[in-house]
């Protein structure tokens, strides 16, 4: 409620902004036009003054060279600019957020509420803790709003998972934390799926590339670093254009074919069991989540 209160305001002070700007550039041309005359006459006046002081021809002269080079540089900065507005614009790219600051975080979450109200939600992420669970998280309030979700997350008792927890080599940073944070996420989307959302959940093996959200038109991206926290890496947002030829219908191609990749099984999030399936969409296999719950299975069966 709050959020869209903040956005109704925001809506009013930038439609305001812009009528304060017309006004402001007429009333500055009506006072250009009163004075112009009278400025006309004082200029001649001190021309007439200066055309007699070589001193000061001189000092003007070095003041007109310095002003047309700052202008000349002016120029061809903003045709450079421009040049590489273009580009990021023909690219899709809209927005670049090099740090997370408490500016950009309400920045990013008022615009993914904006385009999560109502949509399917296409994810890839690592735990999904920080994205989903989190009250702070970028997606903690859209998921409430969304038609359902497609999420791709590290699966936490993989071998890469854990080399990757292992190779960071931070107190905070456990593979004990990390499966705990994947637990949760689990758990929040097995209360989404219970409240009518088409929730669906992934879990892949290979150590995480990319942290990246589909929202409509709109894609957020950010890549994982192996020493670094992916809250401190920039973040880029791209918008989908009908030429077809940007970035964001790359990184969407991107999720199609890992989402559709017979190599990541499904999460069942009403049996906790992974669901593994051919190209076809048959299914060839299940195993349970849990390694413990494995392990457990397995014992039982060398009993029997």
Not at 127 to 138: A, C, P
Not at 238 to 262: I, P
Request: net charge neutral; hydrophobic share 45%; glycine share 4%.
């Amino acid at each position: 409620m709050f959020y869209e209160f903040a956005s109704t305001v925001h809506s009013l002070l930038r439609a305001a902004a812009g009528s304060l700007y017309h006004s402001v550039i007429v009333a500055l041309s009506a006072v250009i036009a009163l004075l112009l005359p009278s400025g006309a006459k004082q200029f001649l006046a001190f021309w007439s003054h200066m055309e007699h002081d070589k001193l000061s021809l001189i000092a003007v002269e070095i003041i007109v060279a310095v002003l047309l080079i700052a202008v000349f540089s002016y120029i061809h900065r903003s045709l450079r600019d421009r040049t590489l507005a273009a580009a990021a614009a023909g690219a899709g790219l809209v927005s670049f957020f090099p740090r997370r600051t408490k500016t950009a975080q309400r920045r990013i979450k008022r615009l993914k509420e904006e385009q999560g109200t109502g949509r399917t939600i296409m994810v890839i992420g690592s735990s999904g803790y920080s994205t989903f669970v989190d009250q702070v998280g970028d997606l903690s309030s859209v998921l409430d709003k969304c038609l359902g979700a497609n999420i791709l997350l590290v699966n936490p008792y993989s071998q890469d998972a854990s080399a990757r927890i292992e190779a960071m080599n931070h107190p905070e940073h456990s593979l004990a934390a990390f499966r705990e944070e994947v637990r949760q996420s689990i758990a929040l989307l097995k209360r989404l799926k219970a409240m009518g959302k088409a929730v669906r959940l992934k879990l892949y093996a290979d150590q995480p590339l990319v942290k990246m959200v589909i929202l409509g038109d709109y894609l957020w991206l950010q890549h994982y670093h192996a020493d670094l926290d992916v809250q401190t890496l920039p973040e880029y947002v791209l918008r989908h254009n009908r030429q077809d030829h940007g970035l964001y219908t790359l990184y969407t191609h991107y999720f199609q074919q890992r989402w559709e990749s017979a190599d990541i099984p499904e999460y069942d999030l009403d049996r906790d069991e992974l669901v593994y399936r051919n190209r076809a969409g048959s299914e060839l296999l299940r195993e349970r989540f849990e390694t413990d719950a494995r392990e457990e299975d397995r014992a039982y069966s060398e009993v029997a």
